[in-house]
């Protein structure tokens, strides 16, 4: 967690709070444990995905989180009018990802990080063509109509709507991954050819197809470009995809907010020795999915901070310089607290769900966690957004969590190393109900989205100066703001 968010989370709840008195050094707990480069994609027990053809229930397929199969030729069973009601709008803005086509015979690993490989001929079958190119329409309408006499521009009213190249299925194992549309194709050459380098871009790719530009204003289809390319063993071809706009703000159209609420075992759970199913709500559904009864009032607020483990090596400087930070909250009913910390988008998803905060998180083949989560939050990360995550511990306050539980991973052959709480206070906020809390979690959430490694520095007092508070961020409403 940034040193900014940290104290923004703290500062939300606390609101005016002297901050002359603290020292600590902050970092995300997913950069962390990456040591700057982020740990391979999960594995999985299927060692290549499946062509439609293969599956023997492909009805599993992307509903659940633990399977990784994939799911080719969706497209092709739907028709045109399906697919745009499904695929929405064509608008900028949705998340951006990229696949790699292979050729037959090549082995293919499921949920691997972009670009994702696939094959060829499953990739092309996946895809479909909504709308009919702007070349095409002009060419139908004719000269004389496609022009308004009195200002000699194109006229506006029969300007047609683009032509769109929309994939459906389920890439590379990945649920989440399950309905974009083409914007470019890209080739590159890995060969020692010096001519073909020097036409090529300054990335050493060329591209070869556009959704604007060949697509539509030279009526080229996608499938005829990657079919006329000439490929050889040093050849690499990328597509470009786009998913719909609303992907840029939550994990669901219906529930924007990269912000998951974890509720699991209580208290009494916990002593018990009973176990109690996880229930994982994201995005508004946190604030309108609050039980009343269950809508407790927040009393303290904790800044806990801790190194990460390091078992199989020894720890460099850096290692002993970066903490990661977390918020915990206590509440009234003193059943549980909560464990709120940032991360990296699709950070917790698509790692296997392996949460410090489970006892079970190295379990094998999936843990509690990773077999409740919502299949659409299964995606590769990207590690420039965030998401926030908060968790439900069966720990009635800070001293029941620390003396009962990081206390037992304490140790770099644990989790945990140098645990400390750097601030306590009660919280002030008038509105501290857990509803409240959740609102101004996705508030924050959906105004800024942002996670940039450059910010992750230390908490020092020579560098105080680099801290902005963003409290106002969590107070009001996401949508009605307007930038300057």
């Known amino acids: 967690m940034s ?17 002359d008195n603290l020292c600590i050094e902050a970092t995300d707990e997913l950069l962390e444990m990456a040591h700057e480069k982020p740990p391979p994609l999960e594995d999985s027990v299927t060692s290549s995905t499946c062509s439609t053809s293969s599956i023997t229930d492909p009805g599993v397929i992307g509903k659940d989180p633990w399977c990784t199969l994939s799911s080719y030729g969706g497209a092709s069973a739907m028709n045109e009018m399906e697919l745009k009601e499904l695929i929405g709008p064509n608008e900028e803005g949705g998340l951006v990802w990229t696949a790699q086509l292979v050729s037959a015979g090549t082995s293919i690993k499921p949920r691997r990080g972009m670009p994702f490989p696939v094959y060829t001929n499953d990739f092309l079958s996946s895809v479909k063509r909504i709308g009919t190119p702007s070349v095409e329409v002009h060419a139908e309408a004719g000269y004389d109509d496609l022009w308004d006499p009195y200002s000699r521009q194109e006229s506006r009213e029969l300007k047609p709507e683009e032509a769109r190249w929309v994939f459906k299925g389920v890439l590379n194992g990945w649920p989440g991954l399950t309905l974009m549309e083409v914007r470019k194709v890209r080739v590159e050459d890995h060969g020692n050819n010096l001519l073909k380098k020097m036409m090529s871009s300054a990335t050493g790719k060329r591209k070869i197809w556009d959704c604007h530009r060949d697509g539509n204003e030279r009526g080229v289809d996608l499938v005829d470009a990657i079919n006329a390319t000439k490929v050889n063993r040093d050849t690499v071809i990328t597509v470009e995809m786009r998913s719909p706009k609303w992907s840029s703000q939550g994990w669901s159209k219906d529930s924007p907010g990269f912000c998951m609420w974890i509720e699991g075992p209580t208290v009494d759970d916990r002593t018990s020795g009973s176990p109690s199913k996880l229930t994982i709500n994201y995005g508004t559904n946190i604030i309108t999915n609050t039980i009343e009864e269950r809508d407790a009032a927040c009393t303290k607020v904790h800044m806990i901070n801790h190194r990460y483990a390091s078992p199989d090596k020894p720890e460099s400087t850096r290692d002993r310089l970066l903490y990661h930070t977390i918020i915990l909250l206590e ?48 995606l590769p990360w990207k590690s420039m957004l965030s998401e926030i995550r908060v968790t439900n511990v069966p720990f009635k306050d800070k001293e029941d969590m620390i003396t009962n539980y990081m206390n037992k991973y304490e140790g770099h052959q644990g989790r945990f190393v140098d645990t400390n709480c750097s601030f306590s206070h009660e919280v002030r906020l008038t509105f501290n109900k857990r509803s409240h809390i959740a609102t101004y979690l996705v508030n924050y959430i959906l105004r800024d989205k942002t996670y940039s490694k450059k910010d992750v520095s230390p908490y020092h007092p020579v560098n105080q100066i680099q801290y902005r508070n963003s409290t106002h961020t969590f107070l009001y409403e996401s949508t009605k703001y307007s930038k300057k």
Request: charged residues 25%; hydrophobic residues 30%; glycine residues 8%.
């Open 3 to 19: 040193i900014e968010t940290s104290l923004s989370l703290r500062d939300g709840l606390l609101c005016n709070v002297d901050m």
């Open 331 to 378: 509440w009234d009913h003193q059943r549980y607290c909560s464990v709120v910390e940032i991360g990296f988008l699709n950070g917790l998803g698509g790692y296997k769900c392996r949460s410090n905060w489970f006892e079970d998180k190295d379990v094998t083949p999936y843990n509690q966690l990773h077999d409740s989560f919502p299949n659409e939050c299964v």
